[in-house]
């Protein structure tokens, strides 16, 4: 009984989490595609790289697999890192 609680908890976290996480993915990709300007860029990467990475965690949720969730931050800090070298790149330029 305790595992189909946590079964059914986990759908309620897919029921809320997959319609976000596929909105900030296609918000991002939309933006990468029209924008032109360098910052506007790195934001929309941001949110791209965001909304997969909803997506990552909510499977690990489903899946109770907390390697998951490791790999999630993992991502993040490589994709912090990479929109500091951007706005450094951004800095040097202007």
């Known amino acids: 009984m305790v595992e189909l609680n946590k079964f059914i908890d986990a759908m309620l976290a897919v029921h809320e989490l997959f319609p976000l996480s596929v909105c900030l993915f296609l918000l991002g990709l939309i933006g990468l595609l029209e924008s032109r300007e360098?910052?506007?860029?790195?934001?929309?990467?941001?949110l791209t790289m965001l909304g997969a990475n909803f997506c990552m965690l909510t499977c690990s949720l489903i899946f109770g697999d907390p390697v998951g969730q490791a790999y999630v931050l993992c991502i993040l800090a490589v994709t912090a890192a990479e929109t500091a070298v951007g706005l450094g790149l951004l800095i040097l330029l202007y």
Do not use: A, N, Q, R
């Open 38 to 46: 360098f910052l506007s860029v790195l934001i929309f990467g941001e």
